[in-house]
């Protein structure tokens, strides 16, 4: 089976010998002439171009944001993809979204226009209010976003329209699809079995950082394998010692999954990216690219995860931490892939801080989690990592030492600041580096111990600009 | 049936939300149509020694390499002294130069081709930092100087007096839409462009030369822009020219985008500038003096920059009296993006100079600094004694004060300035600050001939009206207002109006929709021509009842002569079959304007237009993240055409302002190399940026006192200056985390969590070196 199938707009479309990387976006506005869809930056970060991505969730209907801009048109196979000139009813009813946007003036350019009525069609239709969240991924450069939310706040009080209640999901695909130039998999073994054959293939989860490749750096990508819908790539499970989350489990899910168990991380992860980053970007993607300003590694090091790594059909297991050799190289055999992170069932201490200039959709300057278990006052574990302060995201053993065994207080935090700095030192970073110098990177992770500490503290005052609330 | 002065919607507002509204990349075009990209230099200032383009010729799907020989007329795309060619032609200037055109089958074709050329550069040190042009003498102009008394004595004879230094970022334009053109080659050599741009009729101009042909076998059409600001009004020459040189020397319909890298790589951006001062005031907060020495990095073309460093020197008052004032400005020339229009167009970055000597003065006075600030206001309007601006402008439409009062009041800034007090000392870890600060922004083109704007409006004989004039819509909602002018002059709903696309072939010579300044020149234009043909269908009707035309009125909908009333159409169809003109042209020049720019002296604006914001901020004191609490702002629109479109551009311009003075950062490199040349490194306010409590009014009492269209007055870049009380807050929480000896430590802008953190450690007497 050489075609992709799926529907626009409701449409049955399918293309065979698809281009493994060509954009949804491209597609959509030069092969399908929808122009309303469009191109802001390329890289997505400003949302111009998001569109509804349907899928088919055991029987039901799951409606997701995502940026036509990093979308492999593979990526599509057995979906529904919905876009701005497909929401109105059949006899031109808009949307209650788009009647709130005019009535509330919420365009004035319009550019950004049809990608923001996409989010929040997408958020409506499961009751998401978050508005400040369902639009961080959508730059306005017009409005200041206050119309767009009254908006959307008057669309919440308005119920969804019936062709959305009473749409279908899409019929689920079974089998693969394969080509010469790439595959989209729908079983593990299969998978495993064709990347070991192929491993000059570029293994691809949400596209998110490879279609970066593709749309900046203008490199081809000969031959793909698809990850995500494999559902044993794409599943989280609880085991008695590990939670097992699947490599191309989206960060949105990891984001809700994490919610009860490690509210913090949930947290970092909802600041990782947009929603529509979350829908697409995966764990494994995010672990796998090795980049020193990952956010997930970090977090991950700090909770003591492993890499469950396959190659064919044998696997193995290493630590977070060990899999980062230097800048973006990782311990990866060809033809090998992350299948799984294993993260210890554990109680929760941890403790996330992204530093970043902008609050949402901002990659960090620094990367600060701490694991710390304090017992009858005295810290009975540690494991303390960063991102942003060396090469590659990297555990602080220094700062854990410093305060294994001991109290909480000023004296053994002030110890912890000055082995984090030995631990990190000499740090080489660009002079012209865009997101902060070391000297602040220096100075804010010495801080984070004691923001960390601060908040630790019975009876504390506010310790974030978030805390305050007029 | 009254259509002004009511909040409709913006005319697009169904096509933006249905994806039906077309930009440049979205208008259909012909198979064969061909793409175009620029290849660029990698060097900032360099001679080139060789430049091979047979690798790019030997790309795939290259039609054609279009190089400076190979230009068929005039080399250059500058709006003002014709110093900069589209490519370069022997030496580069900035990173980022075009270099030669690429041609291709499609825009992706187009752009790899344009990476694969093999070049040789002659390397030399660029100068990009302030320290290095000014060393170097390379400036664009003398230091030029507007003064009023003897500020050097004034300031020495003050019994308080402070000096520092503030620096001021740049700013990336970040429209949506990317910058865009389309050529399509007509018969007999002529040329018609699609563009996105402010400013048709320069591309016009441009193209002609750059073709070798009269302006009237060029025709250029602009729809409507996705954003704009200042970005569009020059920059977007160069995609147009490249677009109508390689469709005459293709036979093609040529279009060009760039992709964002590339946009923000080759186009200016809002100039930076560092700012010195010293000032004097008496005991009781009143300045006596003051010297400003304003530095600007212009780049490495002219562009409109002597009309930007004009106009910082302009607003180095903002709503001050200056009894003596000495303003020095320094236009340098540096190897980067030729700096450019960016809304505010420098008055924003003059107006911080002199808030920042109000904040340090009340540091120094121990004064609240609204109290300093409301002590210097300039006299209010109807004041016996009206006060002269450093150039020597009376200012007599002076509302700052009656502002002020109602935004004290409504925003409650009294008792949250003790709230931020008590705040600050319970909390060592979040510092909260707050600010008020004044907008007194000058409208009026300071080249004085640009004051002018055409219009033409047809009606047709079943009654429909169609509009047309210089203005272009870049999101600001001109076309809507000027169409409730039109259909108001003609007593019709506003549906009845079609708007249509800005056109050089309708509508001739027009300058840049730009300086806030569309609504007050198009309104008027138009008007002056619905006036011509309500005119001519007054004086028929006159004449068929032999009475007088003031005895026939435009009246709910209805045109009224003596007992009859004609229905609209019923009339307009009498004037086609009595053979009566229904299409006019409207000219409007705005009066009263007189200016000496070399001198600094005379009447450069028409008026001002007033605002003033409250700005509440917390910081961290750990890391430097800051949030915008609340803002309340109060903003004078006069009689406002239409409340919804205006309150708009109020909310949007402060968020915009509020991004220019937080999180949005430029890097170079020490090589001129632009870094931050993408949103995932170039930050623009997110939603979430947003103030948490946003209250945004049009002052009620705004009505402008000169006879502008409807009572009105401009809007689009006054409110963005409102933003400056965020920084001044910021500044406040910095302060509070000193003490009473700390001295005064001017907030430089971007206030990046860094920035913030380093003035934290600086005012807390700790160093925060490079480790």
């Known amino acids: ?470 | 049936m009254n259509v002004i002065y009511k909040p409709s919607e913006h005319d697009a507002a169904k096509l933006h939300v249905t994806g039906a509204a077309r930009y440049v990349d979205d208008l259909p075009t012909v198979k064969g149509t061909l793409h175009l990209a620029f290849g660029l230099s990698d060097a900032a200032r360099a001679k080139i020694l060789s430049l091979d383009v047979d690798p790019v010729r030997r790309s795939p799907g290259v039609v054609d390499v279009i190089l400076t020989g190979d230009l068929p007329g005039a080399n250059d795309v500058s709006p003002s002294i014709k110093d900069e060619p589209l490519l370069a032609e022997g030496e580069v200037y900035y990173a980022g130069q075009p270099l030669f055109i690429v041609v291709a089958g499609s825009h992706h074709e187009a752009r790899k081709a344009a990476r694969r050329a093999k070049i040789e550069y002659e390397e030399f040190d660029p100068l990009v930092d302030y320290e290095s042009a000014i060393e170097a003498e390379s400036r664009f102009e003398e230091a030029r100087v507007y003064q009023t008394g003897d500020a050097e004595a004034a300031v020495g004879a003050a019994a308080h007096r402070v000096e520092g230094e503030v620096e001021i970022g740049g700013q990336e334009h970040f429209y949506l839409e990317g910058q865009a053109a389309l050529a399509i080659p007509q018969e007999n050599g002529d040329m018609h462009v699609c563009v996105s741009s402010q400013h048709p009729t320069e591309v016009q101009h441009k193209v002609a030369d750059s073709l070798g042909v009269p302006m009237n076998a060029v025709r250029v059409e602009v729809r409507r822009m996705g954003g704009g600001f200042g970005g569009k009004e020059s920059q977007s020459n160069a995609l147009a020219v490249a677009c109508a040189v390689a469709a005459r020397s293709t036979g093609s319909p040529c279009k060009m985008r760039y992709d964002r890298d590339d946009d923000m790589t080759i186009t200016g951006k809002r100039h930076d500038f560092r700012i010195r001062y010293r000032a004097g005031f008496d005991a009781d907060g009143k300045i006596q003096g003051v010297v400003f020495d304003q530095y600007t990095r212009c780049g490495w073309a002219l562009d409109l920059s002597l009309a930007v460093a004009d106009r910082a020197m302009l607003h180095a008052d903002n709503a001050y009296y200056l009894p003596n004032a000495k303003i020095n400005s320094h236009r340098l020339r540096t190897h980067m993006q030729s700096a450019t229009a960016f809304r505010g167009f420098g008055g924003p970055q003059g107006m911080i100079g002199i808030e920042t000597v109000m904040d340090h003065a009340a540091r120094v006075l121990e004064m609240d600094p609204l109290e300093v600030r409301r002590r210097n206001y300039y006299a209010p309007a109807g004041s016996a004694n009206l006060q002269k601006t450093p150039y020597r402008m009376t200012v007599e439409d002076c509302v700052i004060g009656e502002i002020t009062d109602e935004l004290v009041e409504s925003s409650n800034y009294l008792e949250r300035r003790e709230e931020v007090r008590k705040w600050n000392a319970e909390n060592p870890i979040i510092k909260r600050g707050i600010a008020l600060t004044p907008v007194k922004f000058g409208i009026s083109f300071t080249l004085t001939h640009l004051n002018q704007a055409g219009a033409l409006v047809h009606v047709y004989q079943d009654g429909s009206i169609h509009l047309n004039h210089g203005g272009t819509e870049m999101g600001q909602g001109l076309f809507v207002k000027v169409a409730q002018v039109a259909a108001d002059a003609f007593g019709q709903p506003l549906d009845t109006v079609k708007i249509t696309a800005t056109d050089t072939g309708k509508v001739p010579n027009t300058s840049a929709t730009a300086a806030s300044a569309g609504s007050d020149l198009n309104g008027m234009a138009v008007k002056c021509a619905c006036d011509e043909i309500t005119g001519r269908i007054k004086s028929m009707l006159a004449e068929m009842h032999q009475s007088s035309s003031d005895q026939v009125r435009f009246e709910g909908g209805k045109i009224v002569v003596g007992d009859e009333s004609y229905g609209f159409k019923e009339a307009v169809h009498l004037a086609y079959v009595n053979r009566v003109s229904l299409s006019a042209t409207g000219f409007y020049a705005t009066p009263k304007l007189n200016w000496d720019r070399l001198m600094g002296r005379g009447r450069p604006f028409f008026y001002f237009a007033y605002g003033a914001a409250v700005t509440e901020v917390a910081i961290d004191t750990l890391t430097g993240e800051n949030r915008i609490l609340r803002a309340d702002l109060l903003n004078d629109a006069g009689k406002s055409i239409n409340p919804a479109i205006d309150l708009g551009q109020v909310e949007g311009g402060y968020v915009q302002g509020a991004g220019w003075l937080t999180t949005e950062e430029l890097v170079w490199d020490d090589a001129g190399r632009l870094k931050t040349h993408a949103p995932s490194t170039y930050k623009i306010p997110a939603c979430s940026d947003r103030p948490a409590v946003f209250n945004s009014a049009l002052w009620s009492g705004g009505c402008n006192s000169e006879s502008t269209i409807c009572k009105s007055k401009a809007v689009g870049e006054p409110p963005l200056m409102l933003a400056i009380s965020v920084l001044m807050a910021i500044s406040d929480a910095v302060a509070a985390c000193g003490n009473e000896s700390s001295a005064y430590l001017p907030m430089d802008a971007p206030a990046t969590p860094e920035r913030v953190l380093k003035a934290v450690e600086k005012v807390r007497g700790r160093e925060f070196d490079a480790a």
């Not at chain 1, 057995?78 to 009813?89: C, F, N, P, Q, Y």
Request: contains cysteine; neutral net charge; glycine residues 8%.
């Open chain 1, 1 to 470: 089976m050489t075609k992709i199938r799926f529907r626009v707009n409701g449409r049955e479309v399918s293309v065979d010998n698809a281009e493994p990387a060509a954009t949804l976006l491209d597609w959509l506005r030069e092969d399908q002439g929808l122009t309303g869809t469009k191109e802001g930056c390329n890289e997505g970060d400003c949302g111009a171009c998001t569109v509804m991505v349907s899928r088919n969730d055991n029987g039901s209907m799951v409606r997701e944001a995502v940026n036509s801009c990093l979308y492999f048109l593979p990526q599509m196979d057995g979906k529904d993809v919905r876009t701005v000139e497909g929401l109105a009813e059949p006899g031109g009813r808009l949307h209650p979204v788009q009647d709130e946007m005019i009535a509330n003036h919420g365009s004035q350019c319009g550019f950004c226009t049809p990608g923001i009525v996409m989010s929040l069609t997408a958020a409506h239709a499961v009751g998401d209010e978050d508005h400040d969240d369902v639009l961080a991924g959508n730059l306005c450069r017009c409005t200041g976003y206050a119309p767009i939310v009254r908006a959307a706040e008057s669309a919440a009080r308005k119920p969804i329209p019936d062709w959305m209640r009473n749409e279908p999901p899409p019929q689920p695909r079974r089998s693969g699809v394969e080509t010469p130039r790439f595959l989209v998999a729908r079983d593990l073994d299969e998978f495993a079995d064709w990347f070991e054959k192929n491993p000059e293939a570029t293994v691809i989860g949400g596209a998110t950082d490879v279609g970066l490749w593709v749309t900046k750096k203008l490199r081809e990508i000969e031959k793909a394998c698809f990850a995500a819908q494999v559902p044993e790539l794409a599943q989280i499970e609880v085991g008695n010692s590990f939670i097992e989350v699947g490599a191309a489990v989206p960060l949105e899910h990891l984001r809700k999954f994490m919610a009860d168990r490690h509210p913090s991380l949930s947290e970092l992860l909802r600041r990782f990216g947009s929603v529509q980053i979350r829908n697409s970007a995966t764990l494994g993607g995010n672990i796998a690219n090795a980049s020193p300003i990952g956010d997930s590694p970090p977090a991950m090091i700090a909770l003591g995860a492993r890499l469950k790594l396959r190659k064919g059909s044998g696997t193995r297991t290493v630590p977070v931490e060990d899999f980062f050799i230097g800048f973006k190289r990782q311990d990866r055999l060809p033809g090998e892939f992350i299948e799984k992170i294993l993260i210890p069932v554990q109680d929760d201490h941890l403790k996330c801080y992204k530093l970043s200039k902008r609050l949402d959709q901002d990659i960090s300057s620094v990367c600060g989690c701490f694991n710390i278990a304090v017992d009858d006052g005295v810290v009975a574990s540690a494991r303390i990592a960063f991102g942003g302060m060396a090469s590659i995201p990297k555990r602080s053993p220094g700062a854990e030492a410093a305060l294994l065994g001991r109290r909480l207080a000023p004296e053994s935090i002030a110890d912890a600041q000055e082995a984090l700095i030995r631990d990190f030192s000499p740090m080489r970073v660009n002079k012209a580096t865009t997101r902060a110098s070391t000297a602040y990177r220096v100075l804010a992770a010495r801080n984070l111990l004691m923001k960390f500490y601060s908040e630790a503290e019975p009876g504390r005052r506010a310790t974030h600009v978030l805390d305050v609330k007029l």
